[in-house]
């Protein structure tokens, strides 16, 4: 008899449960990469209808980061938008409404906004948009809009890179254009608002698993207080002196604002491009990275991307005319010395045949020899 158990909180299980002979083995299940999430968009697509040519490929590619349960929902919510707008079948534009809609919440329309308020939304959004934008590390933006969504008046949609592993540098940029919404309403306004709780709240987090987590200091150094085993109390008993916990204070702090002075420094110098995007944003309550592109060009990190690209087939094209230039010349070579040989042989002949003072006996002798008799 094979025991089967599920649990989203295995860190909390009591440990006479994962003794040896209970529950002593352990299966880790992640969330599905992107051949795993096109697969089960599949699984789920089955009873739907959809349009013609419909790429699952690119839905997968949408929903980084989403369970099997998640998915299920978005092909659910999606079947559910298009039957409102009473669609005969089922169109990219709904699934991307249906993704909207879990990940930001129901569309609120009909809220009250101020003028002013609408502003300066536009402006903490436009800040967010054109940090991420300008900075190497960022994920890359889809869409930013003003339209309120569940609790948030205004939102950036981005599509996080799937990687394992996470950098100093990649961290620091994601810190960078959380702020970049402050940042903006400081410099325009020369005021800040309540609308930043949410950005703060998660880069205080950050700062600190840098710190205390990821041994991301160089004071506090390459030390971890992360209890994997999650047995370990620390909500009493904490396993570092007053002293050390004053110098995690401090390096939060730091971090924290010289990623603000990073977000300022970059709408400093691109205060152009950043009154355009919240006008824009302002006009047509959702833009696209296609706008930001237009405004401001290419990503740093495409172009980065573009130039290693361009690099590699320049040199693979280099290495290929060498070889080839390799082979012309070895046949060049070849065929020099077979002529050259053709020459002494036929001079060889000649000079048996046409030396007077050879006598005729040794001249048919070497005639004889030469056809084989």
Not at 125 to 135: D, F, N, Q, R
Request: charged share 30%; net charge positive; aromatic share 6%.
């Amino acid at each position: 008899m094979i025991i089967l158990a599920a649990t989203n909180r295995a860190d909390i299980l009591d440990r006479a449960l994962m003794r040896a002979g209970r529950f002593d083995r352990q299966i880790h299940v992640e969330l599905p990469d992107l051949n795993e999430r096109e697969a089960i968009f599949k699984v789920h697509l089955r009873p739907i209808k959809l349009e013609k040519s419909f790429d699952i490929g690119f839905m997968a590619k949408q929903t980084p980061g989403f369970s099997g349960a998640d998915i299920a929902n978005v092909c659910n919510e999606s079947a559910l938008i298009a039957a409102r707008k009473n669609k005969t079948v089922v169109e990219k534009q709904d699934f991307l409404d249906a993704i909207d809609r879990i990940v930001g919440g129901l569309e609120r329309k009909t809220k009250i906004i101020s003028p002013g308020e609408k502003k300066t939304i536009a402006y903490h959004e436009a800040g967010h948009a054109t940090v991420s934008w300008l900075l190497e590390y960022a994920s890359p933006l889809l869409k930013v809009t003003i339209i309120p969504r569940g609790r948030a008046l205004g939102a950036a949609w981005y599509l996080p890179e799937e990687r394992q592993l996470t950098t100093r540098e990649q961290i620091l940029d994601e810190m960078a254009y959380a702020l970049g919404g402050r940042a903006a309403e400081e410099l325009i306004f020369g005021k800040i608002s309540t609308g930043a709780l949410n950005d703060l709240e998660k880069i205080t987090k950050q700062a600190y698993a840098m710190v205390s987590f990821f041994g991301m200091s160089d004071k506090v150094g390459n030390i971890s207080f992360y209890d994997s085993s999650g047995q370990s109390d620390f909500g009493f008993t904490k396993p570092y002196s007053e002293k050390t916990a004053e110098l995690i204070d401090q390096e939060v702090n730091q971090i924290i604002a010289e990623s603000y002075i990073r977000a300022k420094e970059v709408l400093k110098n691109n205060m152009k491009g950043l009154t355009e995007l919240a006008e824009l944003l302002l006009e047509k309550e959702v833009i696209f990275s296609e706008d930001l592109e237009r405004i401001f060009g290419k990503r740093k990190a495409d172009l980065l991307k573009d130039e290693k690209e361009a690099e590699a087939k320049s040199a693979a094209l280099l290495l290929n005319g060498k070889d080839k230039t390799k082979e012309v010349k070895k046949g060049k070579r070849t065929s020099k010395s077979s002529s050259e040989k053709t020459k002494t042989r036929s001079a060889k002949k000649e000079t048996v045949t046409e030396n007077p003072e050879v006598p005729e006996e040794t001249v048919k002798k070497a005639r004889s020899k030469s056809k084989g008799v």
